[in-house]
């Protein structure tokens, strides 16, 4: 509502010097003193804008402040005593303003004894008819009065009628900014139609920011506005070439719907110097910036212009002190964070004095936006063009400096922030979606750029693509894509479930990094009908591969058992199979699951964590990591607690080595480290802890240790905190590395570190049900796989080998008698019956919120079984016992209702008679009690030395009282010794 312009203009007008100061939370009682000192001195006026984002605590001290200032003014003193004690001169010209938008994200109530100093004006509604018919003067248009009734309409209309998109702006800056790129477009026409000519203004400027649902009904109002009058678009000739010769040079596809939003932006860029390019992941955005800046390069170059660059930042992977600079509490000496260094950069490439051509420099913010750090650049982005730091430090921002942001969407951004910025909005119908506008299909550019790359001199356009594919196999496998891909997506779309969400571009992508390693797989050209075994493989999977168990059977019912012509079984699904690329075959992953061998009863029992057994789902999974691991593909794989998910990625990993699908050369220079994130891990944790596994190479290039090529595993991707704006500030550092294989120096502000031969991996939980999700831009970098729990057939398999082969061992006591091995067998089925009963009758309630059960209690129940010895359960009685033990362990102690323990006594009972017999479970009714403390250790009775440990025997006890006794004496024990 022109609060600072209005406050700048009376400042003018009464010949003061007004300076404008962009509050923020990091300003500190301290640094607003240093100000209020200088403007008293200096008989200026202060104009502080947005001054409620500073904290309370501050605002408190700075009502004192400025209280010590108005007293000294009443009094007529030509000095004054401020609150720090210091003797400061006083001119009586001085002036403090405040403006501000109260109510918004971030923004603080003022205390009272701050509020009385200040007289209140509130901002009317302004008059924007009366203005848009000024301005339209001003810029030569005759016709002003009946264009600013239509102006003033439209933007009514579009306020009440189009959808609610939190970056929709019709304010006074838009308009402001429509009416200046009206008069430039006046003065270069040669004819003066000037109906016409604004029409397409309105049209051009407006197109920009909105979503695909409402570009049909603002051309309607548009249409209903200028009625007959259909302007064509305002052309760019030689930026429009340039931006084509990039696009094919970088290997992309000339798809003109996203080419247009290229051009929007160059037409922003025009009338602004804050630019936002928001849109879903997966859309093109940053290679928007690159194409246009890119083109605009060429045009500049043609004219002996300026060289254009950008740098770029993701302002969410740091701290707001790392990013605009801190004081030093000690010394109070000044450190600038890395935005503020990278201003200074700009700043000076543009301003060249050393003799060299100055830059046209864009600093590009890529990251989610919040009201905290772009509130930082309010006076950034409006006409003031200042960046102000919590310093007292004043830096302009010259002429050929735009400030650029790269947000998937602006949920946080205040209204203040979306004025500022001309906003091109890009939605998946442009790019990457399943569905377009008219005859263009937006997945379509993403996959043929992969399948048709092609080499440029000493590199592989477009960029991430690993080969290049023969072009009579680009051509067949291109067409199966334009066939198929489009009822897939819907149906994928209208019918299944995914557990987590991701845009269609994704997973074509994924699809992609399936099909070229069976391609590379093949001998020779592959024939048609491989090529199409090995599409449908990849696309199932890409698809299917993120749903769970019952949703990929729907999958395949629904749309691949229709549609692809040779399916593997009729009653089995596609995903029980893979391709044999050499004989043109299905194979049944069962006959490649390679046997388990028993590692011994001592890596059993201490080890048990660790073990691996093979199962049709593991076969799987390792194949499909494979694929990805081959042409330097992330994946990620994710579900629900206890699936397996870490030992699975981890068991890959570490027998990359020995896999005969890698290159001899790279099998050995393979190492992987593991990285757990939780709840507490933040940037700097993670960053310290990826530069701690780094060394430097050559200049600002890091690698892995010993020139090792370095898989990062990331545990829990997901775990890290999300803050109030619904960001995850570590993930947001995870996507810089993955994405720009760089990161800046938290030591040495605006150094870039470079990183090399880093490979990436990643697990997580499922999300819902109170687990995060991580970051959609950080998502689309990985192959995505959802691990669901196994069926009871592979449980059957993983905990019925590990009991079978552990009691059919023959050892130093013997074998173990028949009876117990017969029982044994029985222990499996029976767990999982068991716990298949108390997963649906214990339900987690808010008083119960801890009834948990998942694959991990199964686990539990059988490394107990295996810590015992043939001595202790020579019989079935006492196997049977030690059954019941360690579910009381598991499960019993987790409950914590006495009628939920009544429930789960007789229930055990009850499952030991089904599967064992009625004479067994009476023998067992009692429980028993197992630990593996109760013998002593052998000492020498002369020296009172211990010739041997205590044996560690997990056996029974005698009773209750027993075992209190033990652990009685053991603690006295322990308490002396300590």
Not at 501 to 506: D, F, I, L, Q, V
Not at 619 to 638: G, S
């Amino acid at each position: 509502t022109g609060k600072t312009e209005t406050t700048k203009d009376l400042a003018r007008t009464y010949g003061k010097l007004c300076i404008v100061t962009n509050c923020s939370d990091q300003l500190d009682y301290k640094a607003m003193g240093k100000i209020i000192k200088g403007l008293s001195q200096a008989n200026a006026w202060g104009c502080f804008d947005e001054f409620n984002r500073i904290d309370l605590p501050v605002l408190s001290v700075v009502a004192q402040q400025v209280q010590s200032v108005l007293n000294g003014l009443k009094a007529h003193k030509t000095e004054f005593v401020f609150p720090d004690k210091d003797v400061v001169c006083l001119k009586p010209g001085v002036g403090f303003f405040i403006t501000m938008n109260p109510g918004y994200a971030g923004r603080q109530e003022l205390p009272e004894n701050l509020k009385i100093l200040f007289r209140g004006v509130t901002m009317m509604v302004p008059d924007r008819q009366a203005i848009m018919k000024v301005k339209l003067g001003g810029q030569g248009y005759k016709e002003d009065d009946l264009l600013s009734q239509k102006f003033f309409l439209l933007y009514n209309l579009c306020e009440q009628q189009l959808s609610k998109q939190r970056h929709y702006d019709f304010g006074l800056r838009n308009i402001l900014s429509v009416l200046r790129t009206a008069g430039s477009v006046l003065r270069k026409a040669p004819v003066k139609d000037e109906p016409y000519l604004f029409m397409r203004t309105l049209r051009d400027m407006n197109m920009s920011k909105l979503v695909f649902d409402d570009i049909d009904l603002f051309n309607s109002l548009l249409q209903d506005l200028f009625p007959g009058k259909n302007p064509e678009k305002n052309s760019y000739a030689e930026v429009d070439k340039a931006l084509q010769q990039h696009v094919i040079d970088t290997g992309l596809i000339y798809h003109p719907p996203w080419v247009a939003k290229c051009i929007q932006l160059y037409e922003t860029k025009l009338v602004r110097h804050g630019l936002m390019v928001v849109g879903p992941a997966g859309v093109g955005k940053t290679m928007i910036y690159h194409m246009v800046l890119k083109a605009l390069c060429d045009v500049e170059e043609k004219y002996g212009g300026m060289k254009h660059s950008e740098m770029r930042m993701n302002p969410k992977a740091i701290t707001a002190s790392q990013m605009f600079g801190k004081l030093d509490a000690g010394t109070g000496d000044w450190h600038d964070g890395i935005f503020s260094a990278l201003w200074r950069q700009a700043v000076a490439k543009t301003r060249r004095t050393d003799g060299k051509k100055p830059q046209s420099i864009w600093l590009v913010c890529d990251g989610p936006v919040d009201a905290i750090w772009i509130e930082n650049l309010n006076t950034v982005l409006d006409d003031n063009k200042l960046l102000t730091l919590a310093s007292g430090d004043r830096l302009n921002m010259t002429d050929n400096m735009k400030v650029c942001f790269e947000p998937e969407n602006l949920n946080n951004a205040s209204p203040a922030t979306v004025s500022r910025a001309g906003i091109v909005y890009v939605s998946d119908a442009e790019l990457g979606g399943g569905v377009g506008r008219g005859d263009f299909k937006p997945w379509d550019p993403v996959i043929r750029a992969k399948l048709y790359a092609t080499r440029k001199e000493e590199r592989i356009v477009p960029p991430g693509c690993p080969t290049v594919l023969p072009r009579d196999v680009s051509d067949y496998i291109m067409s199966l894509f334009t066939l198929h891909v489009n009822d897939a997506l819907n149906m994928y779309l209208r019918e299944c479930s995914p557990p987590m969400h991701t845009g269609c571009a994704h997973q074509l992508i994924n699809t992609y990094f399936l099909i070229l390693p069976q391609i590379q797989d093949c001998e020779g050209t592959p024939s048609k009908s491989v090529m199409e075994k090995i599409f449908w493989f990849s696309l199932s999977w890409s698809m299917g591969g993120m749903l769970e168990t019952a949703s990929r059977e729907k999958f395949y019912d629904s749309y691949v058992k229709n549609h692809c012509r040779s399916i593997p079984s009729e009653t089995e699904t596609i995903f029980e199979f893979k391709v044999d690329v050499r004989a043109d075959k299905w194979v049944h992953w069962n006959d490649l699951v390679p046997e388990w061998k028993y590692p011994g009863d001592k890596k059993i029992t201490e080890d048990f964590a660790t073990l691996f057994i093979p199962t049709l789902d593991s076969t799987r999974l390792n194949f499909l990591m494979l694929q990805n691991f081959i042409n330097k593909r992330p994946f990620l794989l994710f579900g629900g607690g206890g699936t397996a998910k870490t030992v699975t990625v981890e068991n890959f990993l570490g027998s990359v080595h020995k896999m005969d699908a890698i290159e001899a050369e790279h099998r050995e220079l393979m190492v992987f480290k593991k990285i757990n994130f939780s709840f507490m891990t933040g940037p700097g944790l993670f960053q310290t802890a990826l530069l701690d596994n780094m060394e430097k190479r050559q200049g600002k290039y890091y690698g892995p240790k010993r020139n090792k090529r370095l898989t990062l595993f990331v545990d829990d991707a997901a775990m890290p905190e999300v803050n109030e704006w619904g960001d995850q500030i570590t993930n947001e550092s995870v996507r810089q590395v993955i994405e720009e294989s760089r990161l800046y120096s938290l030591d040495k502000a605006g150094e870039l570190i470079y990183l090399v031969d880093l490979h990436w991996a990643a697990a997580m939980a499922k999300p819902g049900g109170g687990k995060n999700d991580i970051p959609n831009r950080l998502k689309r970098h990985f192959s995505v796989y959802c691990v669901p729990l196994p069926s009871e057939q592979s449980l059957q398999q993983i905990f019925g080998v590990i009991l079978q082969s552990r009691f059919a061992q023959t050892n130093a006591d013997g074998n173990y008698p028949p009876g117990v091995v017969a029982v044994a067998d029985v222990l499996t089925p029976m767990s999982l019956s068991f716990w298949t009963r108390i997963q649906n009758k214990m339900l987690p309630t808010p008083a119960k919120f801890h009834y948990m059960f998942n694959l991990r209690d199964l686990t539990l129940i059988a490394q107990g079984i295996c810590m015992s010895t043939r001595k202790v359960t020579s019989d079935e009685p006492t196997l049977v016992n030690l059954w019941k033990h360690e579910c009381n362990r598991v499960f019993s102690d987790k409950l914590n209702v006495a009628e939920d323990k009544a429930w789960y006594d007789k229930e055990v009972n009850s499952c030991v008679q089904e599967f064992l017999g009625e004479q067994l479970a009476t023998q067992c009714k009692n429980p028993t009690y197992w630990v593996n403390f109760m013998r002593e250790a052998e000492i020498d009775p002369e020296t009172g030395e211990t010739i041997e440990e205590a044996p560690m025997v997990y056996e029974p006890v005698d009773g209750m009282e027993t075992l209190r006794q033990k652990l009685t004496i053991r603690m006295s024990t322990y308490n002396e010794s300590g």
